[in-house]
């Protein structure tokens, strides 16, 4: 996604603009030193791209900078002035709002309560008794309506929304009461490129009111011509302060990952050579026929053969999630069939599709993925404690030498399998998952948006493992929102559209060498977003 040409800084930037200051800050957790006096500096009406690889600390310092964690040490500046933050409710006071890159949502509050929780007294006014939801109502409607969210929605509840809906949730949440600072982690994972479009065309608005934006992202393309500066931070320490102008794309991604950045940029946008993929055996390996799901999917027949890599793309809302989620028995379908191997499954819950050579690496990790109070070892075993039991109790040697065996060969980076898995980066987490997966020894293994959040490294990591495991035989279904990852990664993409299949596109490593690149792009986006279907 290319962002709007870019405006010089200064000429951005009011005159005698206040700024953000963090000076020194150190931050240490159970024995892993997250921050390293770090120093961060801020001005007003600037973007201000902070960057890094999973677990370089930016989540860690943007946490600090909100109230969510308290530093060991250092020093927070707002305007020139020394301030204390030891609260989120403090850091709103101050000016300081956060579009948090795990989702916030409380799902039995409607949309407006979600928007205007924790913030009453701004949207109402000082000295009001009692919140008038209509007044809200009316004073967001509008910025709520150019994010795709309408008047009816704003009174149902957030649970009844997927993902993408609630990361809308969460941005308009931010842009209610216009911030002296905002603070933006990751805020277009899983957005549609319009949204994409417009989330930049209001940052551009705060940046022209004076507003210091902090914005974190891994689409390093976003960057250029969006952000004013750049703060590259890694392991904890800050690494380089450089305005955006003086970089290029690689310069930025060696300060981010050192000397082996070039071959990462690469394996993770690399189109693989065509794979073979077994289709001549009686049977596919699964096989959906005419899948049904009231006012859901509609009459949905698809294939996958053995250690193929199908892509299901889509716009938000196409029914994508929801397909793979009736698969694994997590929705009940109204009428349709599932074969595997040639024989009629039915699949009514997740154990019977465990059982019948299923997995699912979910679309959001923090909520339906990790088990965060448990340990890297007990998030990978937990798939399928028959591995690790003897008599009918665990072994925790036998879990501890499982582990180990899955960090190694899928190299996740933690201390220990005993390691907290909520102390790992995103990326690792995003292996553990994985592992978890592997450990049931699927035949059948879908992927759910697998790189969202992760930075270059670890999606290339992903990339890899996924056509290891594809390689070995095993079929692989993958879902996600940037086309661009779908036509790096599989063999033949589907294409849906209100919850109804429209398209096909086959072959994709041969199409794209033929075609080009940007015209199986254009191809999927055509069937995807076909308006009359």
Known sequence: MKAPSSVPVEAQRPAEAPHLRMTDIHKRFQGVQALNGVSLLVRGGEIHALLGGNGAGKST???????????????????????????????????????????????????????????EEALTGKGSLFVNRRQIARRIQDLAGEFGITKSELWRPVGDFGALKKRVIEIVKALAVPPKVLILDEPTSGLEEHEKTLLFEHMRSLQRRGVALIWVTHHLDEVFGLADVVTVMRDGRTIARTETAELTPRELAVQMFGGDATELMEAADAVPARRRVDGDDAHPRLRALNLSRHGVLRDISFDVERGEILGIAGLAGAGRTELVRALMGLDKLHSGRIEIDGKPRRIGHPKVAYKAGLAMVPEDRKQLGILPDLSVAENISVSELGSVTAGGVLRSRRERALADSYIKSLGIKTPGPAEPIRNLSGGNQQKAIIARCLNTEPSILIFDEPTQGIDIHAKAEVHRLIRDVAEKGTSVIVIASEFAELISLCDRVVVMNRGALVGEIRDIPHRVATDGYDAVKHAIIDKASRADR
């Open 61 to 119: 310092l943007l946490n600090v900078l909100s109230g969510l964690v308290t530093p060991d040490s250092g020093r927070i500046e707002l305007a020139g002035q020394e301030v204390s933050i030891g609260h989120p409710r403090e850091a709103q006071a101050l000016g300081i709002s956060t579009i948090h890159q795990e989702l916030s949502t409380v799902p039995d509050l409607t949309v407006l309560e979600n928007i205007f929780l924790g913030r």
